[in-house]
């Protein structure tokens, strides 16, 4: 077997933007073995200095909303239109028999997997509650370190612990399926507090009508909620991720989040 590189070397190759580096550092952080322990930590002081730069974004939303269809369309838009390289941390539902992740990401994202662009990373949620993994936030610095414009992570649904997501990404993207303006109520106010961009999904075909109401509804419902982020009112987004249309509205309304969040400190 192979002998494991040093840390030095594993945080110079990662820093150079080598997947296999990442994914291996990955492993590494998410290990709970206590010597691994102690070289993850020794990475993480390593890459530090290069972490910081990217966008990260949370996106969650009720189960069905479309979350991986939106994610690949969103995705792709943002190498194939903006040039830049993205890199998705799906939280999944672990199995009870295994402790792994059991949804397969990259078969529900194949486009976007596909790409050299693009880094794909499912991770267990184990016993963790709202919907993020334990070592998320130090995966997410491993993801920076390694030079990706933005850095999605993608929640198990809308959780009671939500808020320990927002606590590690800059901006939040909740999506709602047409039809969700009917149980708004069933989303959590919290949940609701927390989005800086609301994007509406599946507004096409037959659900089209739907989903406007559901668009309607939620900009009634923000304008009761307290702001997040002072001066910011979230954007309401209608999408089509099988037509196409409203992602680049979406990449605008997180872009101008950003500014905002930047200008204002």
Known sequence: MPEAPSVETLAARLVEGDRRALARAITLVESTRPDHRTRAAALLDAVLPHTGTSIRLGVSGPPGAGKSTFL???????????????????????????????????TRMPRLAA?????????????SLGGLARRTREVLLLCEAAGFDQVMVET??????????????????????????DDLQGIKRGVMELADVVVVTKADGDLAPAARMAAADA??????????????????????????????????????????MTTSG
């Open 115 to 127: 790409r050299p662009e693009a880094f794909i990373r499912p991770s267990p949620a184990g016993d």
């Open 156 to 181: 198990v649904g809308v959780g009671q612990s939500e808020t320990a997501v927002a606590g590690i990404i800059d901006t939040m993207v909740l999506l709602l399926p047409p039809g969700a303006g």
């Open 219 to 260: 900009r009634q419902g923000l304008a009761l909620l307290r702001r997040r982020h002072p001066g910011w009112d979230p954007a309401v987004v209608l999408t089509s991720a099988l037509e196409g249309r409203g992602i680049e509205e979406v990449a605008d309304a997180v872009a101008a989040h950003h500014d905002h």
């Open 72 to 106: 690949q369309a969103y995705g792709l838009h943002q190498i194939e239109a903006r040039g830049q390289r993205v890199a998705v941390l799906a939280v999944d539902p672990s199995s009870t028999q295994s402790g792994g992740s059991i949804l397969g990401d990259k």
